[in-house]
């Protein structure tokens, strides 16, 4: 059986690069969900309970796939291990460019449920590149540099859910317009390319020479990990912040569409919604700043920096102007002045990005126009390091469970599914606005669980834990 020692840094640089490519167009593609809620519910007349459908399959697939992925371990060992990282990240690659192109036969039925297919054999490929691909990030080099590279191609991952809505929105409500109304071809052509460049990626994975690692550790047998409170509240943890996430980013197209709130078509609300998610790709650069070595004052500065760069960067894909953007500024500044208070510390900082989103949900959900939108938009930036942090706190201390730990904790993304699901029928009950209330009430579990674990969890931030299946 082969060592799991990491490679040299030499040696992993062209892995890397794959590595940060594959994780773009996982975010990219992760991110279409949100243009095809508003899209499909238009062409299929849905409520939107029915809307979200679509991250109900999407999401449902993490639980199912990371389920049978579970159940396999448990009685026949670790497939992974047995296959090796790139035989399984290329098998995750390929499936997902199935789910690509079954687009292509549901946009010509016009079938809703196999839409839904669709969504749901895309969202198997991407459960088993979220089983190997994190895993396979952390082994590309030193132990002690595992959080920076993780980190480096998770912001890739931010960064592709950035231009999402932007190139997407634009493929799909602009580019096949025919005598104004949206065509087939407006979801058959943009997946049929995302295939194509799937199964170009699946081809370089294959020829570029990836080091291969396997474990030597022994799979532990029953649910030991369940007796460690933390992983308990953990586990939750992960349901509700997915959830709450991929709650508020689905409907925050149908929410700008509002009257008293902007009253603001498709095609310019896809700019906005690319400010939520880019939220999450400078929080993440700026999370990493901030849990580096590096001394206060140099953070402080290099955050900064890093703000402005990706500010400037977000800015230039984004069709809006600087008077439209530049409310977002506060937002980053605060979130700079939370990372201060946080201290690396992944408790606190939890905490404190979690009671600052539970703010600014019950301003957007008290207010009209602008004061309505602008607070939602800054989420993401709070939403950045929640999923590192829960996961970290939660698999802490948990020893030879770590392994069976991190599976339950990836079956939890089943929050995507659920959570908006549940939100969709809020909205067509009590409305858009008041909806938010259920993101609310996740984030104060979080809370809750951050509190926790500042009491009863104690996590070096000098030494990465790895974040595997």
């Given at each position: 059986m082969e060592s799991s020692t990491p490679v040299k840094k030499n040696n992993s640089i062209i892995p890397l690069i794959t590595m940060t490519l594959l994780f773009f167009m996982w975010g990219f593609i992760t991110c279409m969900n949100d243009i095809l809620i508003p899209h499909l519910k238009?062409?299929?007349?849905?409520?939107?309970?029915?809307?979200?459908?679509?991250?109900?399959?999407?999401?449902?697939?993490?639980?199912i796939g990371s389920l049978i992925y579970f159940m396999i371990s448990y009685y026949n060992?670790?497939?992974?291990?047995?296959?090796?990282?790139?035989?399984?990240?290329?098998?995750g690659v390929i499936l997902s460019a199935v789910g690509c192109c079954l687009f292509y036969p549901a946009a010509s039925l016009s079938v809703y449920g196999v839409f839904l297919a669709a969504l749901f054999v895309l969202g198997l490929g991407f459960t088993i590149l979220q089983i190997t691909a994190n895993a396979y990030v952390t082994l590309l080099g030193p132990e002690e540099s595992a959080s920076s590279r993780l980190n480096l191609t998770q912001a890739f991952n931010s960064f592709g859910t950035t231009i999402a809505p932007v190139?997407?929105?634009?493929?799909?409500?602009?580019?096949?317009?025919?005598?104004?109304?949206?065509?087939?071809?407006?979801?058959?052509?943009?997946?049929?390319?995302?295939?194509?460049i799937l199964i170009a990626l699946a081809l370089i994975i294959s020829r570029v020479k990836l080091p291969s690692f396997s474990?030597?550790?022994?799979?532990?047998?029953?649910?030991?990990?369940?007796?460690?409170?933390?992983?308990?509240?953990?586990?939750?943890?992960?349901?509700?912040?997915?959830?709450?996430?991929?709650?508020?980013?689905s409907l925050l197209i149908s929410f700008m569409a509002q009257e008293d709130i902007m009253n603001l078509p498709e095609v310019v609300s896809k700019n906005y919604l690319a400010l939520y998610w880019g939220g999450a790709m400078i929080g993440r650069f700026l999370g990493a700043i901030s849990l580096s070595s590096l001394a206060?004052?140099?953070?402080?500065?290099?955050?900064?920096?890093?703000?402005?760069?990706?500010?400037?960067?977000?800015?230039?894909?984004?069709?809006?102007?600087?008077a439209q953007t530049s409310f977002f500024i506060i937002f980053i500044v605060l979130n700079i002045i939370a990372f201060v208070i946080g201290k690396s510390a992944p408790a606190r900082t939890l905490v404190l990005f979690a009671g600052v989103n539970i703010a600014l949900l019950l301003i957007s959900v008290f207010s009209k126009g602008s004061m309505a939108?602008?607070?939602?938009?800054?989420?993401?930036?709070?939403?950045?390091?929640?999923?590192?942090n829960i996961y970290t706190l939660a698999i802490s201390g948990l020893g030879k469970y770590v392994s069976q730990g991190s599976s339950l904790l990836v079956m939890a993304i089943l929050g995507g599914?659920?959570?908006?699901?549940?939100?969709?029928?809020?909205?067509?009950?009590?409305?858009?606005?008041?909806?938010?209330?259920?993101?609310?009430a996740c984030y104060a579990y979080i809370l809750f669980f951050g509190l926790y674990c500042m009491?009863?969890?104690?996590?070096?931030?000098?030494?990465?834990?790895?974040?595997?299946?």
């Open positions: 238009e062409m299929f007349s849905l409520t939107f309970l029915q809307s979200m459908l679509v991250q109900f399959a999407f999401f449902g697939a993490y639980f060992g670790d497939p992974i291990n047995k296959v090796g990282y790139k035989k399984g990240i290329i098998s190139l997407g929105g634009h493929l799909i409500y602009t580019l096949f317009l025919v005598d104004g109304k949206v065509t087939a071809d407006s979801t058959r052509i943009p997946y049929l390319i995302f295939a194509g474990s030597e550790e022994s799979d532990e047998r029953g649910l030991g990990a369940l007796k460690f409170p933390q992983l308990k509240m953990g586990i939750f943890g992960i349901f509700c912040y997915v959830g709450a996430e991929v709650g508020i980013g206060q004052s140099k953070k402080l500065i290099y955050m900064i920096l890093a703000a402005a760069a990706v500010y400037g960067l977000v800015f230039s894909i984004v069709d809006l102007t600087f939108l602008y607070p939602i938009l800054g989420i993401g930036l709070f939403n950045s390091i929640m999923f590192s599914a659920l959570v908006p699901l549940i939100q969709g029928g809020l909205a067509d009950s009590i409305g858009i606005q008041n909806s938010f209330f259920l993101p609310v009491k009863r969890i104690k996590v070096s931030v000098d030494k990465p834990v790895r974040t595997n299946h």
